[in-house]
């Protein structure tokens, strides 16, 4: 037997991955045709083998480790994560701390808000509820971890949360940053401010103009309204990016040579599906597993997409589906407006004489994590099928 050209090795994985052609789409009329043939082009191989994306640990290993922690951090990078994802709140005393919640009570044994408390014995003395027990560590611990020569090649996203006061974060972060040797090649370009909110551009852009500006989110349809002009990537909640308008998205931004991201990804099947879209990097709880899904994905990626994702993976989750989707993009929006004391729109023309209220009462211990999917809505969904 002749042996099998590339063209037909291509040929043949084309013909295996070509989804079912369901014609709902044109029938219902809910997308335009842009948005329907990027669907479509999203289902093809770009190439035998693509560009496997960077591993970065979502609040570090944190399945292996406390999240947020220094331990959390140093594993992530051992399991060969070339990036870290993690959060900042500022304490009373205007210490920069890396921690999730506005709240300390849900992961460690302290209790209320972090802007209430100083760290300098308080939150210094405080140890996560997870074992191995560990300290939250600070901004400038964290830079220190970064700055090992060892650690010089990972990036670092830094997920800004609505309630921080925009200038007063940004000052505290330029004085770090600034105090280590060689910051404008050696650290500066390895920090990647996550922001979800647009009130916090003008100050990045003012205090922090060297540090990368990414939108974090799950709607492109905010993200090229707010955010597509200052910002150079988008980290978005992968089930937004499933359908119709994620897949446009995804090309918009390839066009515009805009690195897009994806969180939190933990199933093997939606590491290999964010792949196949060409996505700069996984944020992953899993590092270790991501590592293995990469390898076998670089050995063999046609074999193992065929093994690991299924043909109507579009259809395998209700969170890919659009009523869940519009939901939690709903809810999204008004819990960042609410944190952040200011809608979207006041917030982008805020030069413009817009005011930043106090953020509504929602910011106490029981306060939902941005990055946490709500539960599922009890009304039945409408396959996303019938928007692509």
């Known amino acids: ?21 369901l014609p709902s789409a044109r029938i219902m009329g809910h997308v335009n045709n842009t948005s329907y043939d990027a669907v479509l082009e999203s289902f093809r191989l770009r190439g035998v083998a693509p560009d496997m994306p960077e591993c970065w640990g979502h609040r570090g290993a944190s399945v292996a480790f406390p999240e947020n922690t220094i331990a959390s951090f140093e594993r992530a990078i ?23 919640d506005a709240a300390l009570g849900r992961t460690t044994d302290g209790k209320g808000l972090i802007k209430n ?7 210094e003395n405080i140890r996560t509820l997870k074992q191995p027990f560990q300290q939250i560590p600070t901004f400038r611990q964290a830079c220190d971890l970064l700055m090992r020569p060892e650690n010089q090649h990972v990036k670092f996203n830094i997920d800004i949360k609505p309630d921080n006061q925009p200038e007063r974060l940004f000052k505290l972060m330029k004085e770090i940053v600034e105090s280590y040797p060689d ?17 916090f551009l003008d100050a990045a852009l003012k205090f922090v103009p060297a540090l990368r500006r990414v939108h974090i989110g799950g709607s492109p349809m905010a993200a090229r309204t ?11 909640w992968f089930p937004s990016l499933v359908g119709a308008d994620g897949q446009a998205f995804l090309q918009e931004a ?6 897009v991201f994806v969180w939190t990804v933990n199933r093997r099947d939606e590491m290999i599906e964010a792949t196949r879209w060409g996505v700069k990097a996984i944020l992953t709880d899993k590092t270790d597993m991501f590592q293995e899904v990469r390898k076998d994905m670089a050995s063999d990626y046609i074999s193992t997409r065929s093994e690991q994702v299924g043909l109507f993976f579009r259809w395998a989750s209700w969170k890919y589906y659009m009523f869940p989707i519009f939901f939690y993009q709903t809810l999204w929006i008004s819990q960042i407006e609410g944190r952040a004391g200011i809608s979207f729109k006041d917030g982008r ?10 953020p509504v009462s929602i910011l106490d211990e029981k306060t939902m994590p941005l990055d946490d999917a709500p539960a599922a809505p009890p009304i039945a969904p409408t396959p996303i099928s019938a928007t692509a």
């Open 226 to 236: 707010y955010f597509w002009n200052h910002c150079d990537g988008f980290s978005m």
């Open 1 to 21: 037997m002749a042996p099998k050209t590339m063209e037909h090795v291509r040929s043949t994985a084309e013909r295996r991955l070509r989804p079912l052609r």
């Open 349 to 358: 023309s805020k030069e413009d004489g817009a005011t930043r209220t106090s």
């Open 78 to 100: 051992r399991d060969g994560s070339e990036g870290l994802e993690s959060d900042v709140h500022i304490t009373a005393d205007d210490v920069i701390i890396m921690f999730h």
């Open 117 to 123: 408390q100083n760290w300098d014995g308080n939150i």
């Open 183 to 199: 910051f404008e090649s050696k650290l500066a370009p390895r920090l990647i401010l996550g922001l979800w909110h647009p009130i």
């Open 254 to 259: 390839r066009e515009a040579k805009k690195d």
